[in-house]
């Protein structure tokens, strides 16, 4: 069964450094997502990307953050000065055309 | 979207029915309910979802009531590896680029 990959599984990454996050939606997806969530809270949502644009941010998503699909089947999240609070994992997300969304397993997101 | 509300614990015998209940009774008549759950530290899986009728699939079935004020995740034989936190989460079928809303959610133990 297709599914949603992400890498690395772990990143652990100096304050002030950027990061970038990889992953590899299901093939015939159209619709991208990036989710967060910090240790022991809620899954939060980040970004939705659609048609090689953003689609909707939430408020987390400031100028720190960008997301780019270089290719046709890579969906990247950078962070481009990391703080401390941005430690958490991080979860991809697809979905075809229908409301199922697809989740990947996650990056797991240390700033030291 | 409308809010859900569930309770944020629940336990169940390893083999028997677990029945997760959600109440959303602000649905308003265009909204699915939608069941995700989240293994430890894994990526949020999607179970089932429906709008009217009671839906069953091969993971679970969703009964949903008359009204559609509240509805209830069935996992028939539940086994260890079902012990998660179960999302329930209402939202629009043309609600744009459908981002999910995450609540706490409730936490099933499956215990032997």
């Known amino acids: 069964e297709p599914e949603v990959t992400q890498t690395p599984s772990h990143q652990v990454t100096q304050m002030g450094q950027e990061v970038i996050l990889r992953c590899v939606p299901i093939?015939?997806?159209?619709?991208f997502y990036w989710y967060r969530q910090i240790l022991g809270q809620k899954v939060e949502f980040l970004v939705s990307?659609?048609?090689?644009?953003?689609?909707?941010k939430s408020e987390i998503f400031d100028d720190q953050f960008s997301v780019e699909r270089p290719d046709g089947s890579n969906f990247t999240l950078k962070i481009r000065s990391t703080k401390l609070e941005d430690s958490a994992m991080y979860f991809c997300?697809?979905?075809?055309?229908?409301?199922?969304?697809?989740f990947g397993p996650g990056t797991r997101l240390l700033v030291l | 979207d409308a809010k859900t509300t569930q309770p944020p614990s629940m336990d169940c015998a390893e083999g028997r029915a677990a029945n997760l209940p959600c109440n959303h009774s602000t649905i308003s008549g265009n909204e699915y309910v939608y069941w995700y759950r989240q293994i430890h530290s894994q990526g949020p899986q999607y179970i089932i979802h429906?709008?009217?009728n009671n839906e069953t699939n091969e993971m679970a079935s969703l009964i949903i009531t008359e009204d559609r004020k509240s509805s209830t995740l069935i996992l028939p034989h539940a086994t260890l590896r079902d012990t998660a936190v179960y999302y329930c989460i209402v939202r629009s079928g043309n609600s744009g680029y459908s981002t999910l809303t995450f609540g706490k959610g409730t936490m099933l133990l499956v215990s032997p």
């Open positions: 997300a697809s979905r075809e055309g229908g409301e199922t969304q697809y």
């Open positions: 990307f659609y048609n090689n644009e953003i689609s909707e």
């Open positions: 429906g709008l009217k």
């Open positions: 093939s015939n997806h159209l619709y």
